[in-house]
């Protein structure tokens, strides 16, 4: 498991991380008004909860600034951080990648 610490670049952390660009995508698809659990993350991503749980990526994306955590007294909960430069500039990249793809 390869901490975030140990990584250098935007790129090789969604590169490092098998579910970090799933769930960078889903997240781009959730309702910053709602709070979702890993469960919920997961299953948006498609991602095992497994995965989530060896590679930790929910934790690095909270401390990316993508996601944040909601204090709750029971399982932990996660909203869009709806402000993230990280989240705005996946949206443009997929928007732009998309548009290129569709014009091939």
């Known amino acids: 498991m390869q901490q975030i610490d140990s990584v250098t670049?935007?790129?090789e952390f969604v590169a490092s991380k098998e579910a970090a660009a799933s769930l960078i995508g889903a997240?781009?698809?959730?309702?910053?008004e709602e709070t979702v659990t890993r469960s919920e993350l997961a299953t948006a991503a498609d991602v095992?909860?497994?995965r989530l749980y060896l590679e930790d990526t929910v934790s690095d994306l909270v401390r990316?600034?993508?996601?944040?955590?909601?204090?709750?007294e029971?399982?932990?909960?996660?909203?869009?951080?709806?402000?993230s430069d990280i989240l705005a500039a996946a949206a443009?990249?997929?928007?732009?990648a998309t548009e290129r793809l569709a014009s091939d």
């Open 92 to 96: 443009r990249f997929e928007e732009i």
């Open 74 to 83: 029971s399982e932990p909960v996660y909203t869009v951080n709806d402000d």
């Open 48 to 50: 095992p909860m497994k």
């Open 27 to 32: 997240t781009l698809e959730l309702d910053p």
């Open 64 to 72: 990316l600034g993508v996601l944040e955590a909601v204090d709750t």
């Open 9 to 11: 670049s935007g790129w």
